[in-house]
């Protein structure tokens, strides 16, 4: 019931916000901004975006070895684009992230491992994402400091990322260790195998790839979206609000993060002049790409749907 109500509010956030948009945004203005856009800097977003997929996919792979799955690049890279299909497509209780946890773990019955590289995966991408959100914010604090939002959300980051450091010691301490000894035997279990991914080795991999997807994957593919809006915005004033931008828009206030991406870019953007329209038309058009580029999945989607029915029936 409470996850009902949880839905129920983040519909009424994405209405409330899209209404709010509808009223603000000169709608035959944007359209007009996305008819002139420029191809050539679309194709490039088109391809820097897909060449996060294929990095996030890497990524998955090299966590889910660290946990002993064999599979081929192959494997990830497909059911990171279905998991993308999903979210996009296929709004439900069952999510991309929970599709992959059942894909890497249905095959050997393991589904608490296969969540484990999917956790390590997001959180690990999250903390990246602070990491340079507050990094880059801080170099350019002069053009910031005025926002109280921006000085908020600053103190949410580096707080947060000072409260993780701080929980990741303790649960290596001899205190931590008889916290976890109180905690139900299997929750336990489960957080000693999941402070595993913080070995030398891997942990330099995890956010060798969080590193290299957020710039590969967002910061360049949405500075090249603001390029083909014709938007004179120097890549130092960009990379110093798009990590914060993305943090924002992350938040599960709204389904789909709808209306609350786009009031995120109308604001920290438009702390540098970006106009309301075009912030707004860059986000509509990311959308649209990032949807057809995840139906590339649609084969994968249709295999997979056949593999089950047969499953079943030979499990009857």
Known sequence: MKGSYGKIIRVIMAVGLVVFLLLKVDWGEMWLKIQQARPGWLLAFTFFYFLGIMISARKWQVLAR???FQYKYFFY???YLLGSFINNFLPSFVGGDTYRVYRLGSRTNDLKKSSLTVIADRLSGLVGIMI???FFAILNYSALQQKIAVNLLLAIVWGGLLLGGITLVCFQSNFGQKFLKILPKAFGDYIKKFVRFKSGKILFSMF????????LGIAIPNFFLFKAFGVELSFFDFLSVAFLTNLVASLPISVGNIGIKEWAYVFF???FGVDLTVAVAVVMVARVIQMLVSLLALPFYFQSK???IVNKKLNK
Do not use: P
Request: no cysteine.
């Open 306 to 308: 056949t593999e089950l």
């Open 208 to 215: 060798g790839y969080s590193f290299l997807f957020a710039f």
């Open 132 to 134: 340079l959100a507050g």
């Open 77 to 79: 890279y497909k059911n």
């Open 269 to 271: 953007f438009g702390i």
């Open 66 to 68: 660290f946990l002993g």
